[in-house]
T-cell receptor
Framework: TQLLEQSPQFLSIQEGENLTVYCNSS?????LQWYRQEPGEGPVLLVT?????EVKKLKRLTFQFGDARKDSSLHITAAQPGDTGLYLC????????????????FGRGTQLTVWP | DTGVSQDPRHKITKRGQNVTFRCDPI?????LYWYRQTLGQGPEFLTY????????KSRLLSDRFSAERPKGSFSTLEIQRTEQGDSAMYLC?????????????FGQGTRLTVV
């Protein structure tokens, strides 16, 4: 059972379109991170959101943490082919009883393909 | 420091052989993690060190897997008697001990293929 559910699993769009990727859980997290991963490489950290309702912007990417700190979204405006990759969300483990602080739970990811 | 480095990048081994991977974390980070990722899945937690102490080990990790971080710096992950199901990308990450959140920085991974 995935602690974090990401949707959609696959997304294929044309350059210039907007898109939103979702990351949902029934658990509360102390923080949530978004990563981007390219084939054969490790995930690269994009952003960390900590406060419920927090919104962070990174150029054309907008990240939001839900008020209850159970979910998050990533919105990309005017997608470009360079945005192609696997987008992963990961939650900090403070919500898990008995688990030490520091373990991250990952979703399965959203594979984004942007066509020129 | 250029980030987390892992060695080797690729490893092909025959079933039943032992393999060992190395991870060098970011130098000022005291936390080190090992994850495993298979195709179409997100990274799956294996184990976690704070300095030289192994604080948590996934229940999914069989007895054939062992990890060490003897001096609190680099870490090794050994898989004994490899099986085809062990084929995956093995990722190492490090972070500093924060009070509010964990920001993990990943290496490029070691791709293991068991034939």
């Amino acid at each position: 059972t995935q602690l974090l559910e990401q949707s959609p699993q696959f997304l294929s769009i044309q350059e210039g379109e907007n898109l939103t990727v979702y990351c949902n859980s029934s658990s509360v997290f102390s923080s949530l991170q978004w990563y981007r991963q390219e084939p054969g490489e490790g995930p690269v950290l994009l952003v960390t959101v900590v406060t419920g309702g927090e919104v962070k912007k990174l150029k054309r990417l907008t990240f939001q943490f839900g008020d209850a700190r159970k979910d998050s979204s990533l919105h990309i405006t005017a997608a470009q082919p360079g945005d192609t990759g696997l987008y992963l969300c990961a939650g900090d483990s403070k919500a898990d009883r008995g688990s030490t602080l520091g373990r991250l739970y990952f979703g399965r990811g959203t594979q984004l393909t942007v066509w020129p | 420091d250029t980030g987390v480095s892992q060695d080797p990048r690729h490893k092909i081994t025959k079933r039943g052989q032992n393999v060992t991977f190395r991870c060098d974390p970011i130098s000022e980070h005291n936390r080190l993690y090992w994850y495993r990722q298979t195709l179409g899945q997100g990274p799956e937690f294996l184990t976690y060190f704070q300095n030289e102490a192994q604080l948590e080990k996934s229940r999914l990790l069989s007895d054939r897997f062992s990890a060490e971080r003897p001096k609190g710096s680099f870490s090794t992950l050994e898989i004994q008697r490899t099986e085809q199901g062990d084929s995956a990308m093995y990722l190492c990450a490090s972070s500093s001990q924060g009070t509010l959140n964990t920001e993990a920085f990943f290496g490029q991974g070691t791709r293991l293929t068991v034939v």
